[in-house]
């Protein structure tokens, strides 16, 4: 299952994400107001569904043994009548015959992103209670107790001279 996290602080826009152990950032162009520290949201839409598109032709490919060289994938995003249209063009760094671009342009249209985005997705919203920023007091109360919780006193850590 993916999860990711998402904080938008005080400046105007500008998103911290977490997805795994990866930091990314979002953002909006200053022409919306924004300071274009990252991607903007439908970008990151794109990127995604563009990272999957080419995973999965690449690991068809291997299964199949044929060599594909770089794939490349250029996506874009646009709206008619609040429709979205999303036109993805793929090419491939070797010479593939016709049967092979056939198959692999039938591949791309069942990605498990294609997929989630064609099919659409139930999305649920939950308001949790605010969340406050931790003060440094907090922070060293925290920590004070996970230590604790971990060394506790009756078992201190022994640390031998030289260690550490």
């Given at each position: 299952?993916?999860?990711?996290?998402?904080?938008?602080?005080?400046?105007?826009?500008?998103?911290?994400?977490?997805?795994?152990?990866?930091?990314?950032?979002?953002?909006?162009?200053a022409s919306r107001g924004g300071s274009a520290t990252g991607p903007g949201p439908y970008d990151l839409v794109l990127a995604g569904l563009a990272a999957c598109t080419v995973i999965t032709l690449r690991m068809y490919a291997e299964r199949k043994g044929w060599q594909l060289g770089a794939?490349?994938?250029?996506?874009t995003h646009s709206k008619i009548d609040k429709r979205s249209k999303i036109d993805r063009t793929l090419s491939f760094e070797a010479s593939l015959a016709p049967e092979q671009i056939t198959r692999l342009a039938e591949i791309a249209e069942k990605t498990p992103v294609t997929l989630t985005l064609k099919d659409g997705a139930d999305i649920t919203t939950h308001i949790a209670p605010a969340h406050h920023a931790e003060t440094p007091a907090e922070l060293d109360e925290r920590l004070d107790e996970a230590?604790?919780?971990?060394?506790?006193?009756?078992?201190?850590p022994s640390v031998s001279p030289g260690e550490g």
């Amino acid at each position: 299952m993916a999860a990711v996290k998402a904080v938008l602080g005080t400046a105007n826009y500008a998103v911290a994400i977490e997805a795994g152990p990866h930091a990314l950032a979002a953002d909006e162009p200053a022409s919306r107001g924004g300071s274009a520290t990252g991607p903007g949201p439908y970008d990151l839409v794109l990127a995604g569904l563009a990272a999957c598109t080419v995973i999965t032709l690449r690991m068809y490919a291997e299964r199949k043994g044929w060599q594909l060289g770089a794939i490349h994938a250029e996506l874009t995003h646009s709206k008619i009548d609040k429709r979205s249209k999303i036109d993805r063009t793929l090419s491939f760094e070797a010479s593939l015959a016709p049967e092979q671009i056939t198959r692999l342009a039938e591949i791309a249209e069942k990605t498990p992103v294609t997929l989630t985005l064609k099919d659409g997705a139930d999305i649920t919203t939950h308001i949790a209670p605010a969340h406050h920023a931790e003060t440094p007091a907090e922070l060293d109360e925290r920590l004070d107790e996970a230590l604790e919780e971990s060394f506790p006193a009756s078992d201190p850590p022994s640390v031998s001279p030289g260690e550490g």
